[in-house]
């Protein structure tokens, strides 16, 4: 009696090993089905209608939630006629702590209204905008105190310390307000600055050949040395008169480069042929104290256009 007792006893786990498991439900449609509104039918295949409220787990290993037979390439499928779904939703500061991010992580950025994926090919998130709302990572800033630049023919980084936007973190890039670096990651950018300097040199006027000259760059390296990647280089002569001590040039360039490395760039002035000046915050010209006010003539503006 017994053996018969373990022999009945062993068939029945077996059985029950490969059963169906239904919760609120006597006829799962996988081998895990939660009824959600207990509506489902007896037999057969429950309606759509009654699929809403319906989990389902298949012997595929397949998860359908509002759907009782998930598609047969999905590892998940939803649906749904009145809902979506709610992915992780971090700021800025928030997804770039995430210190070693998988292949393929999906989140929506709260600052800029984006879905970014990460790609382990590229080491870097990639954002999704709408078309209607394309997010144009910029930055754009100008400065409160003049630049002095004493030094004929050396030239001076122009740092920036009053930041409107400082949006290139989220598209891998980062601004360092002590030396004025702009790291850039590759991709399509447009930049635009304006200086204004304002010559030592009283004799330019006169005698054009030996005028003070004010110059402009965008370069690859820091200080005095000359770039290997010079971009948006501008100059003019200094301008005015000597008796009024009106003297100054004025510097506006726009221009678009292709950045095809992570690599950190530097606005960077000088004055030639003369024995240096200011590059001005607020002064309009060397003359009456009237005229300096402050403007925003001197600032940068950079903006990602594409990758």
Known sequence: MKKKFIIVYAILCSSFAFTQVG????NPQGVFNVDGGKDNPLTGTPTSIQQV????VTSEGSVGIGITVPGSASALDITSSNKGILIPRLTTNQINAISTP?????????????LQIYST???KWNNLCPQSNVFVPKFIAYRTTDLTAMANNVRYNVVFNSLLFNELNT???????????????????EVSYGLIGISNDAGYQNNP???????AAFENLSGDAAGSEIHGTSMEPNKGTTTANTRNSTLFKTFYFRNTTTQTFYLKAKFYNGTGGIISANKIFSGAASYNQPHLDNFISIKKLIE
Request: overall charge negative; some cysteine.
């Open 121 to 123: 090919v590229s080491n």
């Open 209 to 215: 050949a030996t005028a003070d000259i004010f110059i």
């Open 102 to 114: 998988s292949n393929g992580l999906q989140l929506m950025n709260t600052d800029t209204g984006c």
């Open 171 to 189: 598209v891998g890039g980062s601004y360092n307000p002590s030396n004025g670096g702009f790291t850039l990651s590759p991709g399509l950018y």
């Open 23 to 26: 919760i609120n439900t006597k």
């Open 53 to 56: 409220n319906d989990f389902v």
